[in-house]
Structure formats: C-alpha cells, structure tokens
C-alpha cells in the first residue's frame, strides 16, 4: 500500500498553479516520518530556532524564522532536502495550471462540473495516480500491480473536502478513458476510501509536497518570463532543483501523454504550461 502526500501552490493571484504528491510504501513510512523529524532538528539547529514546519515562501525570501539566514545558507539547506528526497527514492505526482488558459475554459461543461481550480489539480492527480498503480495492459489483459493501492493525503481545505470527497466517490464517466478504465473495473479502484485531510505541521511529507510545489512553481514562473530572478542564477539553480524532481516524479505518460490523448487527458494537457508537459 501507498500514501500520497498532497499540497499546492499558486492559487491565489500567481500566473501558475500547481500541486504536487510525494508517494511512499507503507512499510518505509515510520522512518521516513522519522529521518523528517531529524531533518528539522538539524534545521532547527543552524537557525538556532524551533522549527516545527517549513513555510517555503518566507523560507526562500528569508522571512520570519530564516531572516537572518544567509542566501548561500538557504542554498545549502534546499540542497539538502533535495538530497533528502533522492537519498530516500521517494516518488512524486505533480500537475501544473495555466490560469489564463483555465480561466478562458471555465465556461466549458467538464470545467464546470469539476469546479475550482484546486478540484480539477486533486482530480489530475488522483487519475495521475490511478493510471500508475493500477498495472500495465497487456492486449486484452491487464497485469495488475498488488502494490498499487493509495491512500491520497490532503493539507487541509476545509472549503474543498466535501466536494473531492464527493467527486472521488462518484466521478464522472467521461474520466474513465484517462486509465483506460475496463467494464467490469470499478471506478478509480487503486485509490483506497476516501481522500484524507490532515494538518501539514503535524505531517512532514505534505511539508516536503509544498518545498517541491514552490520549486516546480517558480521554474516555470521564470522560464516562461512570468516573474523576475530574486537573484542573479536563480533561473539556473532553480532548474537544477527541478531536474531532481522530475528525475523522482511517476512517468509523464501517466501526468501528460506526448500522443494518443483522449478528451480528459487532453484537458489537463491544454491547461498545462507548455515547458512543464
């Protein structure tokens, strides 16, 4: 069994949005949690501060807890959460939005029945995940993974809950050619229950999900010329970040297939910036 810790980044006023999923076995999940914890003493440590949770937006301004860090200092740590993730072979889901493409699709009927912004990242994520565990088709057969089954792992959204809940539980038949669904396979059915919502200070993992989310988010931001460099090699050390990400993320064939699209991934891919998919 999986968990896939979830968080995003962007919906408010930024240009892009994106949410990213960090995904471990069950059987590696008590020392993950553990190696974490002594990430943020060490942490804790150099600032010489109590750390408790990265807030990566004050993190890589040097606001609040991180003021008297240096850039370098910071440069030092975000390597080493990036070794972090690499050393432990964690695997990420991520997608990414467009918004003025979004907000030109809005009035469009499967944008509308998904809803927000936030519904239709969970829902790309969810399918993502879907179509990576539930096994390989083989002609008419399916060989299917028995590792496969995820619980997804959601900071809280109190105001999105009710709805992805609902939407998991019954999603909408146009989304089943996103994993091929077959005709006697139930609906999402590597996804275990329903999605759970948890507070990100009391579990690292959606911490680590929203470090990944602001990284991913700022790479695109400045290769699309969205934003301005903080720093003189911002753009490049960003994107040697990026490439570790990439570099643990599922396959893009499940995310955002180069061919062979059907009608819901071609959705998910028009919404995407183009440096991303």
């Known amino acids: 069994m999986k968990f896939c810790y979830i968080d995003e980044s962007g919906t408010g006023s930024e240009p892009i949005a994106v949410m990213v999923g960090v995904i471990a076995d069950s059987y590696t999940m008590r020392v993950t949690k553990s190696h974490w914890s002594e990430l943020l003493l060490k942490l804790s440590t150099i600032i010489?501060?109590?750390i408790k949770e990265?807030?990566?937006?004050?993190?890589?301004?040097?606001?609040?807890?991180?003021?008297d860090i240096t850039g370098e200092q910071?440069?030092?740590?975000i390597n080493a959460i990036f070794n972090w993730l690499q050393e432990r072979r964690l695997d990420v889901v991520y997608t990414a939005v467009q918004k003025d493409i979004f907000s030109d699709k809005k009035s469009e009927n499967k944008i509308n029945e998904i809803g927000s912004l936030w519904q239709f990242m969970a829902l790309h994520i969810a399918l993502s995940v879907?179509?990576?565990?539930?096994?390989?088709?083989?002609?008419?057969?399916?060989?299917?993974?028995?590792?496969?089954a995820c619980v997804l792992i959601f900071d809280n959204e109190y105001r999105e809950s009710k709805q992805y809940i609902d939407m998991l539980l019954s999603p909408p038949d146009w989304t089943d050619s996103y994993y091929d669904k077959k005709r006697k396979q139930e609906k999402m059915d590597k996804i275990i229950d329903v999605p759970h919502f948890v507070d990100s200070e009391q579990v690292g993992l959606i911490q680590l999900a929203d470090f990944i989310c602001f990284f991913l988010r700022r790479y695109i931001e400045l290769s699309l010329d969205l934003t301005t460099?903080?720093?003189?090699?911002?753009?490049?050390?960003?994107?040697?970040?990026?490439e570790i990400i990439l570099s643990r993320s599922i396959p893009k064939?499940?995310?955002?297939?180069s061919k062979g699209r059907c009608e819901c991934s071609e959705l998910f891919f028009q919404c995407a910036p183009k440096i991303i998919r």
């Open 48 to 50: 010489k501060r109590e």
């Open 74 to 77: 910071r440069s030092d740590i």
């Open 130 to 148: 879907q179509k990576k565990y539930q096994g390989t088709s083989m002609g008419n057969k399916r060989k299917v993974n028995p590792k496969g």
């Open 229 to 242: 460099s903080k720093y003189s090699n911002e753009k490049e050390k960003v994107a040697k970040w990026v």
């Open 54 to 67: 990265i807030h990566t937006k004050d993190f890589y301004a040097g606001n609040g807890p991180w003021r």
């Open 253 to 257: 064939s499940n995310i955002f297939m």
